[in-house]
């Protein structure tokens, strides 16, 4: 009876011109569920034609119903949005029901408009504005009708006041700022259609209020238009924001070429990172929201075209490649140098007993009378003097100078001599172990659990004055075998990391491609550059510099390596007994990081976020650890971590780099065993660095402290034995004791570059303490690795600017960091973290440069006569 009653009164009426049937039907059905009253109950329905912009003031009760009828012409040239306005300023019992039909659609809302936030507590709205979607019309212009029906269950008179207006600048333009306001209750929506020859445009939106809270979202051209916080998410793309919001749209993503530009005032800030509102008393307490009001501004720009796409990707591979013909033209000019040397072959190998006649040795190897005695070498100890030879040289002259001592001349037979005498002092000394060097496998362990090597290393590396002759006994294959290891290992941890991080990153763009939540990338959305699938193609482009420089770094050590094996081969004697010991397996490890820390750091960039910021930094420890493991090498080659324990070290500083992420904002127990973890380990690496590795961890360890406390402290109160260590280890655990106090007091929000900074700190300190004690032995720094160390620091310095400019923090919420966004910088297409990514690989690049060529100047010094420190 209720159906039929709403059907005979409303036919007439309402199912006339374009207006469907099935609308009314569909309307009779609501009406009849949400209680148009029990069976047989008739409703006074009064049917009303309305104009636009007029205020009607009416009421209504459970015994009565309006509708209101408008029409207006829809032209398919011109967009005219509809918007409707309906005000209730007196208390009632019972919401009144505003039900809007027009083609294709039906829009229907209670007044008072209850929205819901979080832990759903309920906000009522008595002042509604709602904007009516505008359906398609494929003929020039007609005339659509569209009705408001006002129905309440109240048996009381309630008054209301509806207004129906039309929005004029309902279509944004290209380049042209359109200021508006919004609120909860009424959301806004403005129409934007793509002009001819632009692809991709950007949509800006800015506020000068940080707060209330905001959701901006682009939606196709459709009924209904989900404007309300409980459903803007439903569709489209849609990202929160404070006072900063920005999307890149796609004309391939709306087939309409068109789309809308929706923004909503949420119900709480909690989603910004405001103030959580208090709890209601009962479950069902309504809220008074106050005034949200929020006046925004919305600006559609172009993006750039596909030639600025090109411009940069030629600017970032020249860059780069750039590196590779400057390393090609010196290295053409250092082979060029290098054949204008004269060049002597080693004559072929004599009897023993013929070269042994021949240098004046007798058949035990020990030196005879000669008649040419020259400067001492350190694998026989034989001397010759250096006025006989100068004093016989009458051809053309070699200079050669060591550190301490005068440049003397020899003449080019002398030197095969030279290298003769070597050689057979070598083959002499190697007859009696060749045979156990044959039998025994070549492991470090052979050597290491001799009690008379024990005993040997006890004494030799106590020494108050130590020299990389003392450091470097072991033999060369195991230490190169040791030292490969680390490269092997790090690229073993290299694909097993990078394959499961590609599969996430891709399922994080998919995610944001297919629900279009802009909140789950922290990009700078103001300088994303979408290329395919991906949201932000120049923050992952700006990473090839790392790949590149790190295998234009490892291509330099392979020829280095190279040259120093066919050296070896020749029994040079600058490679076999002179300069800092050549093992190469850390500098392909770094090589390797540098490379990774390029990929992981693009994979990072597809979806920036907080729980996939372990990929951009993992490799940045271990880069910092192997730079310090290399420098440490250098002088102290026998004693250096083996590969296991240098991984095992950073391993552990990755993880707490994610404990300390995940559970460290404002945990005090976490902070307290860092810091205590922190100092102790500190500790630790000091005693081992002090007494060269011969501090053994184990059970008399407390006996050991004490005795020396005693013997050395309050017995005699003798200073430090080892001065300059002990200056390095005070500073370090200065520097060390304060981060740590830093942290436990501060508890800075970013732990993973807290933990980065603590690394870079005791980099940077070591390698000044080798810098001063270098020239305080009295060695010197060549050209080369000089120009390096400037370059270097002045890029360090450029990158470090740039990268504390923020633009972007996983931090803070989605909406927070957008307020740090900025525009490109470079090109229209690079921004400020680009820049960073550009100047920061060129500085580890050069960094590695720096500690490769540091000591270039020792390569004709001899060990003995090289101080460790």
């Given at each position: 009876m209720v159906l039929r009653s709403c059907w005979k009164s409303r036919h007439k009426t309402s199912c006339r011109g374009p207006a469907p049937c099935w609308v009314l039907l569909w309307f009779c059905v609501t009406q009849f569920v949400l209680g148009g009253g029990a069976l047989g109950e008739t409703k006074n329905v009064v049917q009303k034609d309305a104009e636009f912009d007029i205020t009607y003031n009416d009421t209504v009760t459970s015994d009565n119903q309006t509708i209101y009828a408008f029409n207006h012409t829809?032209?398919?040239?011109?967009?005219?949005?509809?918007?409707?306005?309906?005000?209730?300023?007196?208390?009632?019992?019972?919401?009144?029901?505003?039900?809007?039909?027009?083609?294709?659609?039906?829009?229907?809302?209670?007044?008072?408009?209850?929205?819901?936030?979080?832990?759903?507590?309920?906000?009522?709205?008595?002042?509604?504005?709602?904007?009516?979607?505008?359906?398609?019309?494929?003929?020039?212009?007609?005339?659509?009708?569209?009705?408001?029906?006002?129905?309440?269950?109240?048996?009381?008179?309630?008054n209301y006041q509806l207004r129906v207006s039309r929005v004029e600048s309902f279509t944004l333009h290209t380049d042209k700022k359109f200021i508006f306001t919004a609120s909860p209750s009424q959301p806004q929506y403005f129409k934007y259609v793509f002009p001819d020859g632009v692809d991709t445009v950007i949509v800006k939106v800015n506020s000068d209020m940080t707060f209330p809270c905001s959701v901006m979202s682009i939606q196709d051209i459709q009924c209904p238009v989900y404007d309300l916080d409980n459903n803007v998410a439903f569709i489209g793309m849609y990202q929160t924001m404070t006072k900063k919001g920005a999307i890149t749209v796609q004309r391939k993503d709306f087939p309409s070429n068109s789309f809308y530009?929706?923004?909503?005032?949420?119900?709480?800030?909690?989603?910004?990172?405001?103030?959580?509102?208090?709890?209601?008393?009962?479950?069902?307490?309504?809220?008074?929201?106050?005034?949200?009001?929020?006046?925004?501004?919305?600006?559609?720009?172009?993006?750039?075209?596909?030639?600025?796409?090109?411009?940069?990707?030629?600017?970032?591979?020249?860059?780069?490649?750039?590196?590779?013909?400057?390393?090609?033209?010196?290295?053409?000019?250092?082979?060029?140098?290098?054949?204008?040397?004269?060049?002597?072959?080693?004559?072929?190998?004599?009897?023993?007993?013929?070269?042994?006649?021949?240098?004046?040795?007798?058949?035990?190897?020990?030196?005879?009378?000669?008649?040419?005695?020259?400067?001492?070498?350190?694998?026989n100890g034989s001397t010759l003097s250096s006025e006989a030879i100068t004093d016989s040289a009458t051809s053309t002259d070699n200079n050669y100078g060591y550190v301490g001592q005068e440049p003397f001349k020899r003449r080019p037979i002398l030197n095969h001599l030279h290298h003769l005498a070597i050689r057979i002092d070598r083959s002499l000394d190697s007859v009696g172990r060749s045979r156990h060097e044959s039998l025994s496998s070549v492991e470090e362990d052979d050597y290491d659990t001799l009690d008379d090597i024990n005993s040997d290393k006890n004494i030799v590396r106590t020494k108050k004055f130590l020299y990389v002759a003392d450091l470097s006994r072991k033999d060369k294959r195991i230490l190169s075998k040791k030292y490969q290891i680390y490269f092997w290992n790090i690229a073993t941890i290299a694909v097993f990391y990078a394959l499961p991080v590609v599969q996430l990153v891709i399922t994080y763009q998919t995610v944001v491609n297919v629900t279009g939540n802009q909140d789950i990338c922290y990009y700078n959305f103001l300088c994303a550059h979408p290329l395919g699938a991906l949201s932000a193609f120049n923050n992952i482009l700006s990473n090839l510099g790392y790949v590149l420089l790190g295998l234009l770094f490892l291509l330099i050590i392979l020829k280095r390596d190279i040259v120093h094996q066919r050296a070896l081969v020749r029994n040079d004697v600058n490679a076999l007994e002179c300069g800092i010991p050549k093992h190469f397996g850390l500098y392909y490890a770094m090589g390797t990081a540098l490379m990774m820390e390029g990929l992981l750091s693009a994979c990072y960039h597809v979806c920036p976020n907080y729980t996939n910021f372990q990929f951009d930094t993992s490799f940045m420890y271990m880069i910092a650890g192997l730079c310090m493991l290399k420098l440490y090498q250098k002088r102290h080659p026998d004693i250096n971590a083996s590969a296991y324990t240098a991984y095992a070290c950073l391993a552990g500083v990755i993880f707490f780099s994610v404990l300390g992420v995940v559970f460290g904002k404002g945990n005090n127990v976490f902070w307290i065993i860092f810091s205590v973890i922190h100092i102790l380990a500190t500790m630790l690496l000091s005693t081992q660095l002090y007494y060269m590795g011969r501090w053994r961890l184990d059970s008399g360890i407390l006996r050991r402290m004490v005795h020396i406390i005693y013997t050395d402290s309050i017995r005699q109160c003798s200073g430090p034995m080892y001065i300059d260590r002990m200056v390095l280890l005070v500073m370090g655990n200065i520097v060390n004791w304060s981060l740590a106090a830093y942290g436990l007091l501060e508890r800075p929000n970013d732990f993973a570059s807290y933990l980065l900074a603590i690394a870079i700190c005791n980099l940077l300190l070591y390698f000044a303490f080798y810098i001063i004690m270098k020239l305080r032995s009295g060695e010197r720094i060549q050209c080369l690795a000089l120009v390096c160390i400037l370059f270097t620091a002045v890029v360090w310095g450029l990158a470090l600017y740039f990268f504390f400019q923020g633009l972007s923090t996983w931090q803070k919420t989605p909406a927070e960091s957008r307020e740090h966004n900025r525009d490109c910088i470079l090109l229209s297409f690079f921004d400020d973290h680009d820049i960073w990514h550009f100047l920061s690989s060129i500085a580890m690049f050069g960094s590695f440069l720096v500690l490769m060529t540091m000591d270039d100047d020792l390569d004709t010094v001899q060990r003995d006569k090289i101080f460790a420190f």
């Open positions: 829809v032209s398919r040239n011109k967009s005219e949005g509809v918007r409707v306005t309906v005000d209730v300023s007196q208390g009632f019992e019972s919401p009144i029901l505003f039900v809007v039909r027009q083609k294709q659609a039906v829009l229907s809302f209670q007044i008072p408009l209850i929205l819901r936030g979080l832990y759903q507590r309920k906000y009522p709205y008595n002042h509604v504005g709602r904007t009516l979607c505008q359906p398609p019309t494929r003929v020039a212009s007609e005339t659509q009708y569209f009705f408001v029906d006002v129905s309440t269950l109240s048996t009381q008179g309630t530009v929706v923004v909503v005032v949420k119900t709480e800030d909690e989603a910004c990172g405001g103030p959580l509102r208090f709890y209601p008393l009962r479950p069902d307490e309504l809220i008074d929201a106050g005034n949200r009001s929020k006046i925004i501004d919305v600006i559609v720009t172009p993006a750039i075209k596909s030639e600025v796409y090109v411009m940069g990707m030629l600017f970032c591979l020249g860059i780069f490649l750039s590196f590779y013909l400057l390393t090609l033209l010196m290295a053409c000019v250092a082979n060029k140098r290098m054949k204008k040397r004269e060049v002597f072959q080693i004559p072929a190998d004599m009897s023993p007993a013929e070269t042994a006649s021949l240098l004046g040795k007798n058949g035990d190897g020990q030196t005879s009378a000669f008649p040419y005695e020259y400067g001492s070498f350190a694998d």
